[in-house]
């Protein structure tokens, strides 16, 4: 059995947490209608909810949404017409990371701040860092949900973190070393990224500076275990997990414990989430095997709440039961939704590509891939999808590893790929994330 930071919530059976966020939902639809132009308007038709089910009458808000309502912000009131608390008692501000358009911004007050932390130190721990910990937190980008609500969380645990991210490479990785962490947390692009290239700046390997856990999330990819195996022994790390957040919602809501079979939900408290079906908006059962779309609800939030948001997350459940002691189901990420990808009458996952790829051939690839895109609209292909793949200098007959990657993709997806082999360092890799599509260079 494992320890827990919250007890009481991450024990609580799932049909119990229904009813307590029900209450609270109800809670928050009286107090955004009340303080909140865009929330008077968006749900003048919605009254108290009786039912779970009902949640699905209640319309669903997108990031295009909340980017229109905060184009009315002014110096009263910054966060547009989204915003409930007074700008007095707005303590701090985050941002989405802008990838797909304008940032949207945030706001929480200093009550929003206490939940923040508890709710991020559940997250963390869960996914084992603990108070004994010297935590190398590598991500650079202070406003951005990974940033500063991360060393929040691990701080608010009692762990020394050592915020080394937007340090200058060579320096950062001096910094691992000369604190002796014993942890880091970065996207999975660049906790690879740093184990690769650790002898080039530091002339060791990254097992030599002696961190033994790794965090990684941001994007999908570390549910596969060719990347994850691959992670853990460059690092000679003992615990590999997955952690997942959403600016929009709450920096840090999914991690894996112990097992490193999935994640669970850890943000319990403070945030309702539904799965719902993509396509009809209805809700979909917590069972092995179901896929769907998370959509949240900030249930004590005070600055700017969100209610029931469509991530466009796109995740599979993996199990309901867990040696831990969690009751939250645990799954995994598999893509966006709105990064499917439509060969001829197929629909694909760039995500999914790059696991068949990655499991199917390990030994001849770094794990780097790229689809390519023709624009950055292109949703359908009538030919092969393109895709960059990075093959190891030592094999021989790149002919047959193009045909075989190809047939496997098309037997186990039933798309067509078009795999284009590149030499390793050739998909540009990235501080932050790096991206499974990419635009052709015109």
């Known amino acids: 059995m494992s320890d827990f930071w919250n007890q009481q919530f991450e024990t609580m059976p799932w049909s119990d947490l229904h009813t307590y966020w029900l209450d609270k939902f109800n809670h928050l639809l009286t107090y955004v209608k009340a303080n909140s132009p865009f929330y008077a308007k968006h749900l003048e038709k919605v009254n108290a909810v009786s039912s779970f089910d009902e949640l699905t009458n209640v319309p669903v808000m997108t990031k295009a949404e909340i980017r229109e309502a905060q184009l009315a912000g002014d110096r009263t ?8 608390a007074k700008s007095e008692d707005i303590v701090q501000v985050i941002s989405s990371s802008g990838t797909t358009g304008r940032p949207v911004y945030y706001g929480i007050t200093q009550r929003d701040l206490e939940s923040w932390r508890e709710a991020l130190a559940a997250f963390t721990y869960n996914a084992g860092i603990r108070k004994n910990d010297v935590v190398g937190h590598v991500v650079g980008t202070a406003i951005f949900a990974g940033g500063e609500p991360y060393f929040e969380g691990m701080r608010h645990i009692g762990a020394t973190v050592v915020w080394a991210g937007g340090l200058a490479t060579e320096r950062l990785y001096e910094t691992l070393r000369n604190m002796h962490c014993t942890a880091i947390l970065g996207t999975t692009s660049f906790d690879l990224y740093l184990a690769e290239n650790c002898r080039k700046y530091l002339g060791i390997d990254a097992r030599e500076l002696g961190i033994k856990k790794i965090l990684g999330g941001g994007e999908p990819g570390l549910s596969e275990e060719p990347i994850r195996n691959k992670i853990k022994e460059l690092w000679g790390a003992d615990t590999v997990r997955e952690v997942m ?12 414990c112990a097992e490193e079979k999935g994640m669970h939900f850890t943000a319990q408290p403070h945030v309702m989430v ?66 499917m990808l439509i060969y001829k009458a197929m629909n694909v996952f760039p995500s999914a ?9 390990e030994e001849h690839l770094t794990g780097y891939i790229q689809v390519v895109k023709d624009n950055a609209m292109q949703v359908r292909f009538d030919d092969a999808i393109p895709v960059d793949i990075e093959v190891l200098p030592t094999v021989q007959d790149t002919k047959k590893l193009k045909r075989d990657i190809e047939n496997k993709v098309r037997e186990l997806l039933v798309v067509k790929i078009d795999a284009n082999l590149v030499p ?3 998909i540009e890799r990235t501080a932050y994330k790096t991206p499974l599509v990419r635009v052709r260079k015109k």
């Not at 957040?245 to 894996?256: H, R, T, V, Y």
């Not at 396509?279 to 095997?289: A, C, N, Q, R």
């Not at 590509?353 to 051939?361: A, C």
């Open 77 to 84: 009131m910054p966060l547009g017409t989204i915003q409930v």
């Open 353 to 361: 590509i790059r696991d068949v790829v990655v499991k199917g051939f």
């Open 274 to 339: 539904e799965l719902t079906d993509p396509d009809t908006g209805k809700h979909l059962p917590w069972e092995p095997g179901v896929c769907g779309e998370p959509v949240y609800t900030t249930i004590t939030r005070e600055a700017t709440p969100i209610v029931r948001y469509a991530s466009h997350d796109y995740i599979r459940v993996e199990a309901i039961e867990c040696s831990c002691g969690r009751t939250s189901p645990r799954m995994r990420c598999i893509g966006r939704v709105d990064d």
């Open 245 to 256: 957040g959403l600016a929009d919602i709450m920096p840090g809501m999914w991690s894996e």
């Open 424 to 426: 390793p360092e050739t």
